[in-house]
């Protein structure tokens, strides 16, 4: 996972996203191995905590993102948003997430 994280950032000449790709390669790269083991296995446990560890490091990379390039600007390319409104935009992001997970959980007998 780190190799193809750098192999894109290599290809985009776009290093400064180490500040939320770790995701990828810590959560996204650990939860893979994980469901792969569970799957390949027949181990239910492993697959569900590898899928949920997945969604956790792509919900992760894809909240630091939003949040380092749109309200931190590190990338220093301008996405057009005044900052109030990109961080308006990532509060309601936030909502809908807990929201989701709320609607999801609640369905489970």
Not at 33 to 52: F, K
Request: charged share 10%; hydrophobic share 55%.
């Amino acid at each position: 996972m780190a190799g193809v994280v750098l192999a894109v950032q290599n290809a985009t000449d776009r290093f400064e996203t180490w500040a939320y790709a770790w995701t990828l390669v810590f959560l996204v790269g650990a939860g893979t191995g994980r469901w792969l083991v569970g799957v390949v296995q027949g181990r239910g446990d492993l697959a569900a905590s590898g899928a949920w560890l997945i969604a956790g490091g792509l919900a992760g990379f894809l909240v630091l993102g939003v949040f380092f390039e749109v309200v931190v600007g590190i990338g220093g390319r301008g996405y057009g948003a005044p900052r109030g409104y990109a961080l308006a935009v990532l509060l309601i992001g936030a909502g809908l997430v807990l929201l989701g997970r709320r609607l999801l959980t609640a369905r489970r007998p």
